[in-house]
């Protein structure tokens, strides 16, 4: 039986001293395999929904694919513990996963056998070099534009979302999930596949700013990420070395930017203290 995104729950309400019965709509969560080549690279508590920009987003984030056309077919099969998404690359692009798979595959209970899969999380992140600009007014519309995009936050309340924002288009794409990583890669698989740039544009997140998100945003070469919420150290130092603007902590009244400010044309005044 196929599980979409939404559950309708059954639930008692007990608000202002008044019980009351009735349904609430709530998120999916599924367990999502993704699987290369028949060998199982990794799996998702995900949002059961836009599986191919899913596909497509996970595997150029992690460096398996380099564009949508690496992608020979995907299947999609329900299991009775979740979804297998069943990714076949073609001959050029199996070869080096080939390879990743049998240099991790090495003996067990020694001290450097997880080094290659610390240097894998810590990996540098892609330099974006676009010079583009954006004023504070820009970035107050982008934020105004989510809410009426944000289709299943609406309805359930607990779904983070990423989008892509240009001055040309107003908001170019948005994808949802309960993940917001999987909400990051559904958008750059969207994007890719779409035959979409996103080095014009403002990325934004309704979720914390952590590593992983700021090298999701170097792989599409957005040059801005405005997130609602704040980052992580770590995420400020990737962001300053992959050349990315990071602007956090955005709200109605303005936001805070912390790394490579000068992308963001000045409209306030200035404050020495």
């Known amino acids: 039986?196929?599980?979409?995104?939404?559950?309708?729950?059954?639930?008692?309400?007990?608000?202002?001293?008044?019980?009351?019965?009735?349904?609430r709509a709530v998120p999916e969560e599924t367990a999502?395999?993704?699987?290369?080549?028949?060998?199982?690279?990794?799996?998702?508590?995900?949002?059961?929904?836009d599986f191919a920009d899913f596909a497509v987003g996970f595997g150029l984030s992690e460096g398996i694919i380099e564009k949508p056309g690496d992608?020979?077919?995907?299947?999609?099969?329900?299991?009775?513990?979740?979804?297998?998404?069943?990714?076949?690359l073609t001959a050029d692009r199996a070869a080096p996963l080939i390879e990743r798979r049998r240099r991790m595959a090495g003996p067990t209970g020694c001290g450097l056998c997880g080094l290659e899969m610390l240097e894998d999380v810590m990996r540098p992140a892609r330099r974006v070099a676009s010079q583009c600009r954006f004023a504070p007014r820009d970035i107050a519309t982008a934020l105004a534009a989510l809410p009426m995009a944000q289709a299943l936050h609406r309805e359930t309340r607990?779904?983070?979302?990423?989008?892509?924002?240009?001055?040309?288009?107003?908001?170019?794409?948005?994808?949802?999930?309960?993940?917001?990583?999987?909400?990051?890669?559904?958008?750059?698989?969207?994007?890719?596949?779409?035959?979409?740039?996103a080095g014009d544009?403002?990325?934004?997140?309704?979720?914390?700013?952590?590593?992983?998100?700021?090298?999701?945003?170097?792989?599409?070469?957005?040059?801005?990420?405005?997130?609602?919420?704040a980052p992580t150290a770590l995420a400020l130092r990737t962001a300053e070395a992959?050349?990315?603007?990071?602007?956090?902590?955005?709200?109605?009244?303005?936001?805070?930017?912390?790394t490579h400010p000068h992308r963001i044309a000045a409209e306030v005044t200035a404050d020495v203290s």
Request: charge should be negative; glycine fraction near 12%; hydrophobic fraction near 50%.
């Open 1 to 23: 039986m196929t599980v979409g995104p939404v559950h309708h729950a059954e639930r008692l309400s007990i608000r202002g001293g008044i019980a009351g019965r009735g349904r």
């Open 32 to 49: 999502v395999a993704l699987s290369f080549n028949g060998g199982t690279h990794a799996v998702m508590m995900a949002t059961p929904a």
């Open 71 to 88: 992608i020979e077919s995907l299947d999609v099969v329900e299991t009775p513990d979740g979804i297998d998404l069943q990714i076949w």
């Open 158 to 197: 607990a779904v983070h979302g990423a989008g892509l924002w240009s001055r040309e288009t107003g908001l170019v794409e948005l994808r949802e999930d309960v993940g917001r990583h999987n909400a990051l890669d559904k958008l750059a698989g969207a994007l890719a596949r779409q035959g979409t740039e």
């Open 201 to 229: 544009g403002l990325l934004l997140l309704t979720s914390r700013v952590s590593v992983e998100m700021v090298q999701k945003a170097a792989v599409i070469g957005a040059p801005v990420i405005v997130a609602v919420s």
């Open 242 to 258: 992959a050349g990315i603007t990071l602007c956090a902590i955005a709200r109605d009244d303005g936001f805070e930017i912390f």
